[in-house]
């Protein structure tokens, strides 16, 4: 139950990525990098193809941003995820 938990926890912390109408863009970016940063320590609780799926979700977001910074952080989140 724990894992689940955590697990459901960050995928909301990802979801939040896409709320520019509540956070900056430096807010958004800062928090993709605190995800990025938390990530090997649940990394276990992630599988493929669902890993995958959220890589490619970050990369979407990624691919949609006009913000430079943004735009990387997004970028090493989705590495950090799930390596190419």
Known sequence: ACASSVRTSY????QSLTEQDTYTSSQIAALSD???RSFPAIEALFEDP???QLANRI?????RQTDADLRLALHR???TIAPQ
């Open 11 to 14: 995928l909301g912390v990802i």
């Open 34 to 36: 605190a995800a990025a």
């Open 50 to 52: 669902g890993r995958r």
């Open 59 to 63: 990369g979407l977001l990624s691919a």
């Open 77 to 79: 989140l989705r590495l």
